[in-house]
């Protein structure tokens, strides 16, 4: 039997590598940058298979040329990089790994409340620039207390709920916005439903944790924000397009609110002279919520098993386009 030949478009961990080597002939871009888009076209022509990042579009254009492609496993849960509708129409099945960042994800929302809230950032810059003078004063480096604030989260999936556990942990109340009310989630968590206008309102800390769809772009905009506390603080582990950042960096100079803390930004990487930069009031980390070692090796493994399941003929758990199934049936995929 013809071994399946693969494409992976990034260096990710060794032990994913090893999985797909074990089945399939392996094509790696063997670099921490993306491909350009010429060489992605250009490397799936004539592949089975692809393990992709967020940062590789799958558009038309490329599924046009990759007329073998049976496969493509994202290794994240976002897919908005992804047309599912072509690829479907192309018999080509996508899967995604929804729940293997969670905890990491969670954790370091809340380490950026933290962060932004206590000043810690600033602090250290502060001290290493040498502008400590000063051993200890009652009205030094400011911030609020977190135990008995006011907790909104923006999106209660897998993330969302895991933040309000964590939250309820310090004492924090937790309130949420949802497209529907999870009663049951409500009840365990002892979290409780708010539409959006009023949660923006009540929070004295917002966590975004949503996923990027055309309803929530740019969710977060001027509006929104002139309606926060301006005492409040917004967090961002989402995805940098729920916030209209022009709106924010005006937020954060003119002081509708008190500061902010992102992992995720319209733009990545982030331009050089984007004003955010300059912020003392702000947070900034160059998306790596779910950079835990453990986090990012299963997320690598889940997508490399994806792969090895559907070419086995079998249905992966986060089939993301199930009309596929009608298109081009498991078993005519089937190729170990």
Request: charged content about 30%; overall charge positive; glycine content about 4%.
């Amino acid at each position: 039997m013809v071994r399946p030949r693969v494409y992976v478009s990034r260096r990710i961990q060794e032990s994913a590598l090893r999985l797909l080597r074990r089945h399939c002939d392996v094509e790696l871009h063997d670099s921490d940058y993306p491909p350009p888009k010429s060489v992605l076209v250009k490397s799936l022509e004539d592949k089975d298979a692809a393990l992709i990042l967020l940062s590789d579009t799958i558009d038309r254009e490329v599924l046009e040329k990759a007329e073998k492609l049976r496969v493509i496993s994202t290794m994240s849960a976002g897919y908005d990089h992804i047309d599912l509708k072509e690829a479907t129409v192309r018999g080509v099945y996508v899967t995604n790994v929804p729940s293997v960042l969670t905890d990491a994800v969670a954790e370091f929302a809340l380490a950026l409340l933290f962060s932004v809230a206590r000043r810690i950032v600033e602090a250290d810059r502060f001290l290493r620039k040498g502008s400590w003078r000063i051993a200890w004063s009652p009205m030094f480096m400011l911030g609020p207390d977190i135990n008995g604030r006011t907790l909104g989260i923006v999106g209660l999936g897998a993330i969302g709920k895991a933040v309000a556990s964590r939250a309820r942990c310090l004492g924090m109340r937790v309130i949420y916005f949802s497209r529907t009310r999870k009663p049951d989630v409500e009840a365990k968590l002892d979290v409780s439903y708010r539409p959006l206008k009023d949660l923006l309102r009540e929070s004295d800390f917002i966590v975004l944790s949503t996923s990027l769809t055309p309803e929530t772009v740019k969710m977060i905009g001027e509006q929104e924000l002139r309606s926060m506390k301006p005492t409040s603080y917004l967090i961002n582990v989402s995805r940098g397009a729920v916030i209209d950042e022009k709106a924010l960096v005006r937020a954060l100079k003119e002081g509708w609110i008190a500061g902010a803390a992102l992992d995720v930004f319209e733009k990545e990487p982030i331009d050089p002279d984007n004003p955010l930069i300059n912020m003392d009031n702000v947070v900034l980390t160059p998306h790596i919520a779910s950079a835990t070692f453990e986090a990012r090796r299963r997320l690598a493994e889940k997508a490399a098993e994806n792969i090895i399941s559907i070419l086995r003929g079998e249905a992966p758990p986060s089939l993301l386009n199930p009309e596929v199934l009608r298109v081009k049936p498991l078993e005519t995929v089937k190729m170990l």
